[in-house]
């Protein structure tokens, strides 16, 4: 065995870093789905007439549908009956009213993951709201984004707060019947972040909310609902992690961005779910649609997504270009090592004029892992002078995993510039031994190239998490250089 | 400071080194010189310790410790430095990060400290400047776009700055062009010291005539065949291979 190969098999070995469970107690809804469930949960939560009829209605259709089966993703029937779809710690039934009143086991278990939400502690400038299974446990920094009118909760406070604003916008982006795992997750949706930015705002600081399931045989179906309005920027950052646990738990979420005339918003994700593990027992089952509408002129959506967690993932961060000039970009890192599947990718939509959208997928397959970069380019008719740049790059490492680029280009305005590029390269032995010989060892050479590849994502994200995720960008590769 | 003795490599199975021997005390410059193809790229790999250079014979004792079992990185971190041939490309790494990475994994493989952003910048931004590197260059994707002269030219400043006890330079001289040659061997003569010592592989002997060997030796057919002082490479300049050692099988 060459020295590579066993300093792999070395590093191959090294667990998931997130995979501890909290001992807490939990509320559950009782096991299955039927009505009686979305009823329960939309009760929990305390939830308007109007909401609960919406999530009946969007149940009965999702009992009409089929799953979708055209992603490069292979996995065993899901068996909806078997789940858990409302799990929150117990002593949280009548909510926290500051951090104070936090379960204190639920506060170490976020400062393990490197995430203190005790105000003080907090990084200068990011806001935080933490979902714990199917609950939000605390939202940080309220007050100060409150002086510029931000409004930043969990979804349910929204209901109850602001309900015509939630009501407004809720479903226009991602309809009720978008597909299968969103109809599923307008029925069963738990938490979630909600996001309003008022005209000619600034959010002052990155607002950011991490995802947490911890309970066994549990569902996450969170909703996430931001709204900028004209003239108004935000940034938000999201983080997801899990248990390592022998099942597969569903993920199924939903996030709806709408932008404004002129409002701008930067969507970060670093989604780290459990992988599963070497043999590819366990791991989450990610089934995402996040969609953004740049809904007025001028307007701009970025999403930058890093992807190393997950046992599937299957997520199609898009943009509707709908306001004339606006801009659309989507910069992924999506790594697979061991058994993991990803297919992920993006929709461009170009409705308007002099729309303009960037796509920049950096895919990295290790193990026996399966990487596939799926994304449409749509020029309709009336989008004259509209624009589109595509570089997918795929890194492969080792002989037994896979890429795959399946780019789709639809233009009905004979103007448009579609432009598509797209790479697939190998770390070489030369270049891993020219970092050897300059002392640089295995496992650091591997991050280091790794995130040279991924460079112009990385430079996307907020400077807060580009350290982060570089890191993550190391770890989940740990092992699989051959 | 470098002790080789009878030294025989094999190469993905096909021998190629057969029985070289050389020493090069401390403080010393050694130039060695060969026809294309004799094992010089072979010598330095080995040297550094690259995977598949597999030693089937002989030993390499550096400041008398036995080189051949340790990887590349740890041989690295005890003093060897090896400026490539061909130096290479890492896309979106830039030669300031490739370098702080570098700087800092050998001080931990040494149990030393570790540089921080701001010492480091002091230092490369130093280094760099007797070597007429730019700011902008530091911040470039590692050699990617690189003419053929500055990447020569990053190697010398990586080893300017990891401050090696031993410095092998395979071909450094190869490519430049006459300002950048003296940039070169000025930088090699800069770090000349009583504690260091040099190898360097060259086919001309113009670069001999900035950095002075100590001692010259012409490798061939997979081992030293002849060594002499200076008006060796002259001999050779003139008379070619063929004349100064004879056909080698
Ligand atoms: N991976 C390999 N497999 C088989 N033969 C190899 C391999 N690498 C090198 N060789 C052979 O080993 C011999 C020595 O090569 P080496 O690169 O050491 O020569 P060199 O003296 O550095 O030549 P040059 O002056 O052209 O740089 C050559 O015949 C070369 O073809
Ligand atoms: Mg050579």
Redesign the pocket.
């Known amino acids: 065995m060459s020295q590579q190969a066993e300093t792999l098999q070395e590093l191959a070995d090294q667990k998931y870093k997130y995979g501890f469970v909290t001992d807490i107690e939990s509320e559950f809804a009782p096991k299955g789905l039927n009505e009686e469930i979305v009823r329960f949960i939309s009760g929990k939560k305390n939830e308007p007439g109007w909401m609960l009829e919406w999530r009946l209605d969007a149940y009965r259709r999702w009992l009409t549908m089929t799953e979708p089966k055209w992603a490069r993703v292979d996995y065993p029937p899901i068996d909806f009956q078997d789940s858990y779809y409302f799990a929150a710690p117990k002593n949280d039934s009548d909510k926290p009213k500051n951090l104070d009143e936090v379960d204190p086991e639920l506060l170490k278990t976020y400062e393990k993951l490197g995430i203190p939400l005790s105000e003080q502690k907090m990084l200068a400038g990011v806001a935080v709201d933490a979902v714990f299974d199917s609950v939000s446990v605390a939202t940080t920094f309220k007050a100060k984004l409150e002086e510029v009118g931000v409004i930043f909760c969990p979804l349910s406070e929204a209901l109850a707060k602001h309900p015509e604003l939630v009501r407004k916008y809720l479903g226009t982006v991602v309809p009720v019947t978008d597909n299968y795992y969103a109809t599923l997750n307008s029925a069963v949706f738990s938490e979630g972040s909600f996001v309003y930015v008022p005209e000619g705002v600034r959010c002052p600081m990155e607002l950011s909310t991490y995802f947490r399931i911890n309970a066994s045989k549990t569902g996450q179906f969170e909703r996430t609902l931001i709204i900028a309005e004209k003239n108004s920027y935000v940034s938000y950052l999201e983080g997801c992690t899990a248990p390592m646990r022998d099942e597969n738990q569903l993920h199924a979420a939903v996030v709806e961005l709408v932008a404004l005339e002129g409002a701008e918003i930067k969507y970060s994700t670093v989604q780290n779910w459990y992988p599963g593990d070497e043999n590819g027992k366990g791991g989450i089952y990610n089934f995402v649609t996040k969609r953004g509408d740049c809904r007025g002129a001028n307007s701009k959506i970025s999403w930058t997504q890093v992807e190393t967690g997950s046992a599937i993932t299957w997520k199609y961060p898009s943009c509707i270009l709908r306001g004339d000039n606006s801009v659309g970009e989507f910069y992924s890192i999506a790594i697979a090592n061991n058994c993991q599947q990803a297919d992920t990718g993006t929709k461009m939509i170009h409705l308007g004029k002099n729309t303009k959208s960037r796509i920049i997928s950096k895919g990295i397959s290790a193990g026996r892992a399966q990487n596939t970069y799926r994304g449409l380019v749509s020029v309709h008719a009336k989008a004259d002078g509209a624009r589109n740049f595509t570089q997918c790059d795929s890194l492969l490492m080792g002989s037994r995993c896979g890429a795959h680029t399946v780019p789709y280009i639809e233009s009905h305005n004979p103007g448009a510039i579609v432009e598509h590029e797209a790479t697939t390269s190998k770390i070489s032995d030369d270049q891993l031994f020219y970092c050897l010989s300059r002392g640089i060892g295995t496992e650091e050479a591997v991050a280091l190239i790794v995130n040279g590849f991924c460079r112009e994502v990385l430079q996307q994200l907020p400077m807060e998490f580009a350290v982060e995720a570089q890191k993550l960008v190391g770890i989940s590769l740990e092992g699989s250089v051959g | 400071m470098l002790e080789i003795n009878d030294l025989h490599v094999s190469?993905?199975g096909?021998d190629?080194l057969k029985g070289l021997s050389l020493t090069v005390p401390p403080g010393e410059v050694h130039a060695i010189m060969?026809?294309?193809?004799?094992?010089?790229?072979?010598?330095?790999?080995t040297l550094a310790g690259r995977d598949?250079y597999d030693v089937t014979q002989g030993s390499i004792r550096f400041k008398g410790e036995d080189m051949v079992p340790l990887p590349p990185e740890e041989r690295a971190a005890k003093g060897i430095f090896l400026a490539f041939?061909y130096p290479l490309e890492i896309p979106g790494v830039s030669t300031l990060t490739f370098l702080k990475s570098a700087v800092n994994a050998q001080a931990r493989l040494r149990g030393e400290k570790e540089l921080d952003a701001v010492q480091f910048l002091k230092l490369i931004r130093e280094t760099a400047k007797g070597l007429n590197i730019s700011e902008e260059m530091l911040k470039r994707s590692l050699n990617v776009g690189f003419s053929g002269g500055e990447k020569k030219r990053n190697e010398v400043l990586q080893m300017a700055l990891l401050k090696p006890s031993l410095a092998i330079l395979?071909?450094t001289d190869s490519g430049l062009d006459i300002d950048a040659m003296k940039l070169v061997a000025e930088g090699v003569n800069a770090l000349r010291a009583p504690d260091r010592s040099f190898l360097v592989?060259t086919?001309y002997q113009r670069l001999l005539d900035y950095i002075v060997p100590d001692h010259i030796h012409i490798?061939a057919g997979?081992r030293i065949v002849k060594s002499g002082d200076k008006s060796l490479a002259l001999q050779l300049e003139e008379q070619g291979y063929d004349a100064v050692i004879g056909k080698v099988a």
């Open positions: 190469v993905h096909k190629i060969g026809p294309n193809g004799a094992g010089k790229s072979t010598t330095s790999y598949g041939q395979d071909e592989i086919h490798l997979g």
